[in-house]
C-alpha cells in the first residue's frame, strides 16, 4: 500500500505540472516562404504555433508539434507556405495555455526583389564571445562574464540577422568530458532571461570556436566531436551542417543580395604545434575546396566569410590563422588566382575588436572586421599594438562589443558600412567599403 500511495502521490504531482517556456521563442533560417522557430521547455508537451500575416488575423493558421530531441523539451518547428515580403504576427501555446510574452512576437519574409527593383537594405549583428556566469559553478563574486545588457543593446539597434561567431556558450572543464555535459551547458547558457527579446526578434545564424567545440584550442582529436556537433544541430537551426559525407558545422546562406559563408575552424584542425607544411590545416581539405568552389559560383556583390577565428592578421598569439600559415596564404592565392570580387572576412575569438586590411599584390584590398567580446572579459592586444594590417582607429580593447554590417545603396553602387558600438550600443567607430571597390583589375593577357 505504501508504494502504491507513493506511485499516486508522483502521478499527481507529474500530471498537475504546467509546461513552461524556457527558451525562444528563437527565429532561425528566414527565407521567402519558410521560417524556423526553436524553443526549449521544461518538459515534454505538445506545442502550436498560430500565425498571420499581419493585420490579416482572420488568415491565421495554426501548426501543432511535439518537443523531443535530447531531453524531449526540444522544437525546431518550419512554417512554410508563408508570403515573401511579408510580416507575419505569430502565438506560442504549450499543452494548449498561450505564452504570454513582454514583446511582440513576428517576423519577416525576405521579399522578392530580383528583376524588379533594387536590393533591400538590412543590417547584420556580429558577435562573438558570450560568456554566461554560473552560479552553481564558479566562485562567488565571478565577473569574467558580464555586460549582458549589451544583448539589450543589439535588439536596439533592429537588425535582421544576428550571426554568432563562436565562443557562443564556453563549455566548462566538467562539461566536456562528456555528452550530458554537453549539452546541459548548451541549454543553461540558452536560457539567459536577457538575451530573449532578441532571439525573438532577429534571425539567428552561428558558427563554433573552441569553447562551444570542446576545450580551449581543441582541434580534430577531441573525442567527443560529435556530441558537440550533436548540441550545436540541437540548438542552432542552420539551414545545414557540412556537406554529404563531410561532417561539420560549415554552411552558407542567402540574405538580400549578400551571401554568407559560415566556417568550421575546429572539427579538421591540426594541432598548433604541428609543422607548418601542406599537410597542416585549420579547414580541412574538402571544406577548403568547399569554400573556394561556392565563392567562384556566388555572382552576390558582398561574401562574407565567417569563422571563430582571424583569417588575415599576422599575429597569432594564444590562435589564428596565421598558425597555419601554409593553407592562409593558399586562401589568400587562390582568392586572387580565381578573381573572385565582394570577399569579406568576419572573425572573433580575439577579446579585442579591429579591421584588419590585407593588400595582395595587383588585387583588391582583403579586409577582416575581428569582433569580440560581447560578454566575456576583454583583453588588451599586448604585443600588436601596432600592427601593419590594421585600419587606424579600428582597434577596441578591455571592453565588451558588438558589431553591425549594414547593407544599403542600389544594385549599381552596394555599400557595407561596418560599425562598433559597447555595451550601451553607443558607436566606437565606423568604416564604409564599396562593392565596386572589391572588384578585381583585369588580367592583361
Not at 190 to 208: D, E, G, I, M, N
Not at 219 to 224: E, K
Not at 347 to 358: C, F, N, Q
Request: with cysteine.
Amino acid at each position: 500500500m505504501f508504494i502504491v500511495g507513493v506511485m499516486l502521490l508522483w502521478s499527481s504531482a507529474l500530471f498537475a505540472a504546467t509546461p513552461e517556456l524556457v527558451s525562444g521563442p528563437m527565429l532561425a533560417n528566414g527565407n521567402h516562404h519558410d521560417v524556423t522557430i526553436w524553443l526549449r521547455t521544461n518538459m515534454p508537451t505538445g506545442v502550436t504555433i498560430r500565425f498571420w500575416p499581419n493585420g490579416q488575423v482572420g488568415q491565421a493558421r495554426s501548426e501543432a508539434f511535439v518537443t523531443g530531441g535530447e531531453d524531449k523539451r526540444l522544437l525546431t518547428a518550419r512554417l512554410t507556405g508563408l508570403k515573401a515580403g511579408s510580416e507575419y504576427m505569430y502565438t506560442v501555446s504549450l499543452a494548449g495555455v498561450k505564452v504570454e510574452k513582454a514583446y511582440p512576437l513576428k517576423f519577416n519574409t525576405q521579399p522578392i526583389w530580383r528583376r524588379r527593383a533594387d536590393p533591400p537594405d538590412f543590417t547584420f549583428a556580429v558577435g562573438s564571445c558570450a560568456y554566461t556566469n554560473d552560479a552553481e559553478t564558479e566562485p562567488p563574486g565571478a565577473t569574467y562574464g558580464g555586460g549582458y545588457p549589451i544583448y539589450e543593446s543589439v535588439l536596439g539597434q533592429s537588425p535582421d540577422v544576428m550571426i554568432w561567431l563562436g565562443d557562443n556558450i564556453y563549455l566548462r572543464p566538467f562539461d566536456w568530458s562528456s555528452r550530458a555535459g554537453i549539452f546541459a551547458r548548451y541549454a543553461k547558457t540558452r536560457s539567459l532571461k536577457v538575451v530573449q527579446p532578441l532571439l525573438a526578434s532577429a534571425f539567428h545564424y552561428a558558427t563554433w570556436d573552441d569553447h562551444d567545440y570542446g576545450p580551449n584550442d581543441s582541434n580534430w582529436s577531441y573525442v567527443h566531436k560529435l556530441d558537440s556537433l550533436a548540441a550545436f544541430k540541437a540548438y542552432w537551426p542552420n539551414p545545414s551542417y557540412g556537406m554529404p559525407g563531410v561532417p561539420g558545422v560549415f554552411t552558407q546562406f542567402t540574405w538580400g543580395d549578400v551571401d554568407v559563408f559560415l566556417l568550421d575552424n575546429r572539427f579538421y584542425r591540426s594541432a598548433s604545434s604541428a609543422p607548418d607544411d601542406a599537410k597542416k590545416t585549420m579547414l580541412g581539405e574538402q571544406q577548403l575546396m568547399w569554400l573556394l568552389d561556392a565563392l567562384s559560383a556566388s555572382r552576390a556583390p558582398f561574401k562574407i566569410v565567417a569563422g571563430g577565428g582571424q583569417f588575415l592578421s599576422p599575429f597569432d598569439r594564444w590562435e589564428g590563422y596565421a598558425q597555419f600559415k601554409t593553407e592562409q596564404q593558399r586562401l589568400i592565392d587562390q582568392i586572387v588566382k580565381r578573381r573572385l570580387s565582394g570577399v569579406v572576412f568576419v572573425s572573433g575569438d580575439r577579446h579585442h575588436t579591429e579591421l584588419v586590411k590585407l593588400e595582395p599584390e595587383g588585387f583588391y584590398p582583403l579586409y577582416d572586421f575581428t569582433s569580440s567580446p560581447l560578454t566575456s572579459r576583454g583583453a588588451s592586444a599586448d604585443g600588436e599594438w601596432e600592427s601593419p594590417v590594421r585600419v587606424q582607429g579600428t582597434l577596441v580593447t578591455q571592453k565588451r562589443n558588438f558589431g553591425l554590417l549594414k547593407f544599403s545603396g542600389s544594385a549599381k553602387d552596394r555599400v557595407l558600412t561596418i560599425e562598433t558600438r559597447d555595451t550601451a550600443g553607443a558607436l566606437l567607430w565606423a568604416r564604409t567599403i564599396r562593392a565596386n571597390e572589391l572588384i578585381p583589375s583585369p588580367v592583361v593577357k
